[in-house]
């Protein structure tokens, strides 16, 4: 399996900007490894370094394995059912029974939001939903609401929720046992803002699509179209008596209106660019608007600025006041929260624990905290008198760039966009290992050895660690690539890695982290994926430029090249008996080639946008194919049978592999999300 970095820093990028307009973490003990964990602890990789090639570059020596320091053992709540015993193997008559049984991960947090009587904090995730308990941080209820939530706010008695959604729908909730009440539909665009008006009667929304609107609450009726930005709306806010509503958008317009009618009060100019929020004081005489690198005070009376506070550092993306207005806190694209005094602008406080932009900010009805969420996936709560952070909730996740299935299928692993690897157990999705140092806007990529004794981690810093397993100790790292590691694969026999970095293809020696051979250096032969043949004689590569080439093993010859696809291929798999092999291309097809001689068999046309993996079942039989369409697709392998579309995710499926028995298969996604198949 394999991505384009860039077309994944380009996703994310605009994800970011959707959802929002957008620590140090508390340490963890030293990893070790849980009495009830054991991962093929009698297997090992065959270590002997006999090989064909001839050693062009031999690293430092590696000290003797110890313990990363920069792993972490993270106990966690996953929410997640245990997957059902005694599954059935996956086959062409059965398919189309296939279900979910499970879902690893709470997706992407896009905000969080405090309910008026204090109790419970709402967070507005990838994968629905999440109610937590606002003292202790524990679950209280998970609302499935099948698409991602941008937004989530509480009605001002807490009964109801409201939430905006990529899929441009407003939907509105039952608190107490998470029914939908109502779908609200009349937007062209994701809804990333929603308000409730003080009475909880009217709610307003802002979307993407230029437009905002108010609804009635009781029943979903629409009752009329507010004014017209010239950009998406990415902010709506009742005035506290509920006779005006402020909007601001992404061409730096911040605009009053009359609730009434409809009409235009107040334009305020004066931002440069866009305005991600806008908060209106206790006491409806000062309106607060975040944008571009300011925060302005507008005087509501006759429109006139009361002040600017600078920013400086980027985008301003949340404004909230505190309950009696003497207060305004603020976050922005960098990971800190900035506690302002309005009456004169003063910053009194900063808080800094988070480690990427804080999308998310509101005090509590007291005033005495401060919620706030993080693209770092972490919610903390912060005492406002002294800055204290009082506790941080590590429960979500971010987009999944690859997932894997140890040789005996008891833990997956997944890379993920934070350079992070983790250790899933495959059975409940307990979170049983985590390697790396969270870093925001870089992907890691995981392959498991034909043993399961060693982990191998691709990441940001343009290399590739060794870990061996059970004890998650750092055999090698594999240093020297000229990009970001996109891909990785172990030969059959365990011994040589294949790393895929840019324009190249490296292969190391497992035993000693030697490196054996560089294959291409041709910028046009961009690597997105790899895949050895069973047999380990050839390694198969899909690349930018629409082609997949077979490579010789044992001398880096190429042996051919297969063209048809019509976009850069982003996915190969050889079935299990190497006479086959899968690709999946940004051309929304997968095509399956005859090895022997290069021949096309069949072009297998279904999903409606880019295919980002492929993947045969154990005996053959089957082809998975996950597409940035959110869905996984089961092919017959024979003849391109269609057998059963798999939907679920809320965002581009990017990753999918079968058990080794044949009963499950995981798909992993940009939602923040594992998902598990099965015939349940």
């Known amino acids: 399996m394999g991505r384009k970095p860039k077309t994944i820093l380009f996703l994310i990028f605009i994800f970011s900007l959707l959802s929002a307009c957008i620590p140090a973490q508390t340490p963890e003990p030293p990893l070790t490894a849980p009495s009830h964990v054991a991962l093929n602890p009698t297997n090992t990789d065959a270590p002997t370094p006999t090989s064909a090639f001839t050693d062009t570059y031999t690293p ?76 202790s941080f524990s679950a209280m209820k998970y609302i499935d609401t099948g698409n991602d939530v941008l937004v989530a706010v509480f009605s001002p008695d807490g009964t109801v929720l409201a939430s905006g959604s990529r899929d441009s729908t407003v939907k509105i909730w039952r608190v107490s046992d998470g029914a939908l009440l109502h779908t609200l539909e009349g937007h062209t665009g994701p809804v990333n803002s929603v308000a409730f008006a003080p009475d909880g009667i009217t709610l307003a929304s802002g979307s993407d699509d230029m437009s905002v609107k108010l609804w009635k609450v009781t029943d979903g009726e629409f009752i009329r179209p507010v004014g017209w930005h010239t950009g998406g709306v990415a902010s709506v806010a009742f005035s506290p008596d509920g ?129 706030s969420s993080s693209n770092d996936q972490t919610i903390k709560r912060w005492g406002v008198p002294d800055g204290s952070l009082q506790r ?53 990529v995981v392959a498991y050895s034909p043993a399961g004794s060693i982990l191998a981690v691709g990441c940001r810093y343009r290399s590739v660690k060794l870990f061996r397993l059970p004890d998650g100790a750092l ?56 895949a050895f043949s069973p047999d380990g004689a050839v390694l198969a590569w899909g690349d930018w430029n629409h082609s997949v080439s077979l490579w010789r093993v044992s001398d880096g010859m190429l042996l051919q090249t297969l063209e048809g696809h019509t976009m850069e291929v982003n996915s190969v798999a ?70 059963v579309a798999l939907a679920g995710h809320t965002g581009p499926v990017t990753s999918t592999v079968f058990s080794p028995d044949g009963t499950v298969i995981a798909s992993g996604s940009l939602d923040g999300t594992i998902r598990l198949w099965g015939i349940a």
């Not at 990785?488 to 026999?493: E, V």
């Open 60 to 135: 430092s020596p590696t000290p003797s394995p110890t313990a990363s320091p920069t792993q972490t053992f993270i106990p966690t709540n996953t929410l997640a059912s245990l997957v059902p015993q005694g599954l059935s193997v996956i086959t062409v008559e059965n398919a189309h029974q296939s279900t979910q049984l499970i879902r690893l991960g709470r997706g992407s947090i896009h905000g969080v939001n405090w309910s008026l009587d204090g109790r419970m904090i709402a967070v507005a995730s990838s994968a629905g939903i999440y109610l937590y308990d606002a003292i």
């Open 392 to 444: 941080t909730l590590e429960e979500h996740s971010v987009p999944i760039i690859s997932v894997v299935f140890s040789p005996d299928g008891s833990t997956l692993a997944s890379g993920s966009y934070d350079n992070l690897a983790t250790l899933w157990r495959a059975t409940d999705g307990v979170v049983l290992h985590q390697w790396g140092e969270y870093s925001g806007n870089s992907q890691s």
């Open 574 to 643: 050889f079935s299990p008996d190497g006479s086959v092999l899968a690709s999946g291309s940004t051309d929304k097809t997968v095509r399956l080639w005859r090895v022997a001689d290069g021949a096309p068999l069949f072009t297998l046309a279904g999903h409606s946008d880019s295919v980002r993996s492929v993947a045969f079942s154990p005996n053959g039989t089957i082809l998975a194919s996950g597409a940035s369409d959110k869905t996984v697709i089961l092919w017959q392998a024979s003849d391109g049978l269609n057998l």
């Open 475 to 530: 055999l090698h790292t594999l240093q020297g690539h000229s990009y970001e590691v996109i891909t990785l694969a172990f030969s059959p026999d365990g011994k040589i890695l294949a790393a895929a970095s840019g324009y190249e293809v490296r292969f190391w020696r497992v035993s000693d982290g030697a490196l054996l051979r560089t294959l291409g250096g041709d910028e046009h032969r961009t690597a997105t994926s790899i």
């Open 243 to 371: 006779a005006a509503l402020a909007s601001g958008s992404a061409k730096g317009s911040v605009d009053l209106w009359r609730v009434s009618d409809g009409s235009i009060l107040i334009s305020f100019e004066g931002h440069e660019y866009r305005v991600c929020s806008v908060a209106f004081s206790p006491d409806g005489s000062i309106l607060a608007s975040g944008g571009d690198n300011a925060i302005k005070l507008w005087h509501i009376g006759d429109g006139a600025l009361v002040r600017t506070l600078e920013q400086r550092e980027d985008l301003v993306e949340n404004v909230a006041f505190s309950p009696d207005g003497a207060l305004l806190a603020s976050s922005s694209l960098e990971s800190r929260i900035k506690i302002w005094r309005v009456s004169d602008g003063k910053r009194i406080r900063t808080l800094d624990g988070h480690a990427a932009s804080v999308n998310g900010v509101a005090f509590s009805p007291d005033g005495s905290q401060i919620i």
